[in-house]
């Protein structure tokens, strides 16, 4: 034990010795060459990102995404020197969720502790919180604590109060707003920062509906100032929503004119949203797979305050791949004049800290990959058939209740990535499976029952939805992956099962009906948005996706040839909510506050994924 901690802290040392001067990580695959579309300046241009969760080592086995957070440090820093060369204002956005979801974040204890430090190495100009940085007080703490000090004034919270912990007064989590202007062109900007309506914050937060805040005072102020050239609305908040629909109602009743700019997130999807002429948004996808590009051009200035009044702003969006290949491109640099010394040291900063929690060592190896939604459900390669087939059948077993049959049930939103042939590491364990939540049961449940419960979750989702509906949002925390919510929210999910299954889930345009097809196209992003079929920089061939339900089940039962009377029900605690509405649909009179039980003590899915590899996918012969 005290031989191992001494290892793991002389590791990181010895890799700065004996790493050459490289970018991205060092178990990074090199990007391929791939034929890519030019970005277009303009006055204002910036760099966005949103839901990185983590992930600031990139994606060590896609090369698509495999820039790491240093690289990208370097990539603003060349974008800001470029942009000022042409006497233009370059901002860096980032809109929440950067927090869960990858080794580097949740395998440390406390958690978080050496993402603070890799995050603020980027000179981000504005940003704000996700759903993810409230869900536990300890993790809001940390942001109104470190992260806000961190990015002095540029951190921005409209409609989040907290609850201090020193001195227990309810305070915003950061500014509200912030007016500035650009320093080359002189452009006034009026920013704001916004959360969705989120409800499952814990209760040191305050999160305030959206369609309030915009009602209050200082808020109404804020959009009458006349001096304004852009209204900038930063958020973890989809760009088509009603949250935004709010907002941009409200500034354009009182600002017919002022163009506006949203970026936003939340769901997981590259996306574009055009609400008139002169007001657009701007998603930027998930997980440093993503770097948003957005240019504004047209814009009044301080110096120059009427502009004719025949020009119309106009906007201009671009998807960059996380990736040096798209970022030696954009900038016109190469392997050797694209680094900077800011960016390499963060490079380094995220290799010693991956080392320190030994994130690259392999639990076993996958003798196959599995996915999400990159098949039909079920399916061989289908991640959820190999937990209800494998995984939880052998794993799933609470020692009060041995040899009672169990009904599982698990979301498929407890699942965050796909596993790849090859290592499975510290870091997929995290990757894959992030969340904390534990296991409950009600007892005794007949069996008929049980898969009813199951029935309705899958196939009713508007019950769902509506008991969730505080105000009709849609972004009511969902069962599916939030990219999955994204695209069928509003479709039911009764056809399933029928032909029609494959979905273009991240708006896949089919390229190769429209005639671009080119066969040495990697696969990957081809976005459809509000603006078409061009935004993303890299030409890929278009990959399927397909839909999932939104439950999994799996009995568990010592003679599986037998189907059982009674059950234990068993699911995620995350998902209880769901699953008592669900009983009582089913006609079940079960209070879950007096009758559900903690299943396995302490295990979490997790523990139960990391248990089962290390037993059974060896790396011999891989
Ligand atoms: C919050 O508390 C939990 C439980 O004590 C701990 O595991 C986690 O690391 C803490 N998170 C942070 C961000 O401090
Ligand atoms: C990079 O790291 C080196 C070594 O720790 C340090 O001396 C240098 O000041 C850092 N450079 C920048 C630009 O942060
Ligand atoms: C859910 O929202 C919709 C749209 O605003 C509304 O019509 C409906 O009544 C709401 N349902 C519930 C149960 O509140
Ligand atoms: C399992 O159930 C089947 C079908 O009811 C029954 O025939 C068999 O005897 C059972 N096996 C055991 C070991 O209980
Ligand atoms: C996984 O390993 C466990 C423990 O060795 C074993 O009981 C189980 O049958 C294995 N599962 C599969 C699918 O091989």
Known sequence: MIYNRSYAQVLPFLAILVSPILALQPSAPEPSAAPLRDLKWGQLNFLHTTDTHGWLAGHLQEPSYSADWGDYVSFAIRMREKAEAQGQDLLVIDTGDRVEGNGLYDSSEPKGIYISEILRQQRIDLLSAGNHELYKQNTSEVELLTTVPNFRGNYLASNIDIIHPVTKETV??????????????????????????????DKNTIVQPVEETIKEDWFQEAIRDKEVDLFLVVGHVPVHSKEYDAIFKEIRTIRWDTPIQFFGGHYHIRDFARYDSKAFGLASGRFMETIGFMSIDGLSTRKQQMKPAWTTPSFHRRYIDNNLYSFH??????????????????????????????????????????????????????????????????????????????????????????????????????????????????????????????????????????????????????????????????????????????????????????????????????????EGSDGDDTIHSPISFYRVPNCIQALISPNISAVPEMVDLVYIDFIESYVALAAKFAGLDIDFMRDSNVYMPTTTLTDLILDWVKDNWSCKGM
């Open 172 to 201: 915003p989590l950061a500014p509200r707003f912030k007016k500035f202007t650009t320093e080359k062109q002189n452009i006034r900007i009026v920013a704001f920062g916004f959360l969705f309506d989120f409800t499952k914050n």
């Open 329 to 530: 491109h954009h900038t016109g640099l190469d392997k050797e004049t694209f680094p900077t010394e800011q960016g390499l040291n963060v490079s380094r900063l995220i290799q010693q800290s991956r080392s320190t929690l030994q994130l690259d060592k392999a639990h076993g190896c996958a003798p196959r990959d599995l996915w999400m939604s990159r098949v039909k459900y079920p399916h061989d390669n289908s991640i959820y058939t190999w937990l209800e087939r494998q995984v939880l059948p052998t794993s799933l077993k609470d020692e009060s209740r041995a040899g009672k049959p169990a009904l599982a049930v698990v979301n498929t939103g407890a699942i965050r990535f796909d596993i790849f042939e090859g290592p499975f590491t510290q870091d997929s364990a995290f990757i894959v499976s992030p969340f904390t939540s534990g296991f409950r049961y009600v007892r005794n449940i007949p069996y008929e029952k049980a898969t009813l419960i199951v029935d309705i979750l899958n196939k009713q989702p508007q019950i769902l939805t509506d008991a969730y509906n505080r105000s009709g949002t849609t972004t009511t925390p969902g069962l599916a992956p939030p990219e999955q919510s994204a695209f069928f929210h509003d479709r039911s999910f009764d056809d399933s099962h029928g032909p029609d299954t494959t979905n273009h889930l991240t708006g896949q345009a089919p390229l190769l009906s429209s005639g671009h097809f080119k066969p040495d196209l990697i696969p990957g992003y081809t976005t459809v948005d509000d």
